[in-house]
């Protein structure tokens, strides 16, 4: 990372999970924010690679703030957190949160930081306890979970409309309940078997 003089700037990071979801409320209140250039990515938080966020990285200097609109946009855990605000700080870079009102312009901020990424850790540790809890419970009662199988006799009505009437297939599986992928891949097996 290559540093020049302090700028002061705040530059904002805006990061979706998947390419279908949008950024605009995310780069509205960077906007509103104050922030003078702002990266984004489209893209798990779990995956490594973030080119936008390499790109701030590489661009961020030491005096701006780092502005995010809230810790899950920039972080996957409290591990990655506490990594991530370490280089910030080595830097000479300041962070703000502004779902969390966490500004590490002050003691108080830095302190919340610390704070907020225990809570947030607990609560990824507590759900994935609860699910695990659930899952075993089900397993225990003969449930094996995923989607409950399409009847096949449904699934050959469906067939015998499909091919004996004008109907679409979104039609026919409209009127029986069942999805189209499931519906034409019974089709397709139905095809190989004839």
């Not at 998947?18 to 509205?28: E, P």
Request: aromatic share 6%; with cysteine; proline share 2%.
């Amino acid at each position: 990372m290559s540093k020049e003089t302090a700028s002061k700037d705040h530059i904002g990071y805006a990061r979706v999970s998947s390419i279908g979801q949008n950024l605009d409320s995310q780069v509205d209140a960077l906007n509103q924010a104050g922030c003078v250039r702002i990266f984004t990515d489209k893209i798990t938080g779990s995956r490594m690679e973030r080119p936008g966020w390499d790109e701030l990285m590489n661009y961020i200097r030491p005096g701006d703030t780092l502005v995010v609109t809230e810790l899950s946009r920039m972080t996957r855990s409290l591990l990655h957190l506490l990594k991530t605000t370490k280089i910030l700080e080595t830097e000479g870079i300041e962070f703000i949160s502004l779902r969390e009102k966490i500004d590490t312009h002050s003691a108080t901020g830095r302190c919340f930081l610390s704070m907020m990424g225990a809570v947030h850790q607990m609560e990824r540790e507590l759900k994935f306890e609860r699910a695990s809890a659930g899952r075993k419970a089900a397993k225990a009662r003969g449930k094996t979970g995923g989607r409950p199988k399409t009847d096949p006799l449904k699934l050959e009505q469906a067939r015998v409309i499909y091919e004996n009437t004008t109907q679409t297939a979104a039609q026919v599986c409209k009127v029986t309940s069942i999805g189209r992928r499931t519906f034409f891949a019974y089709l397709a097996a139905y095809k190989s078997r004839t």
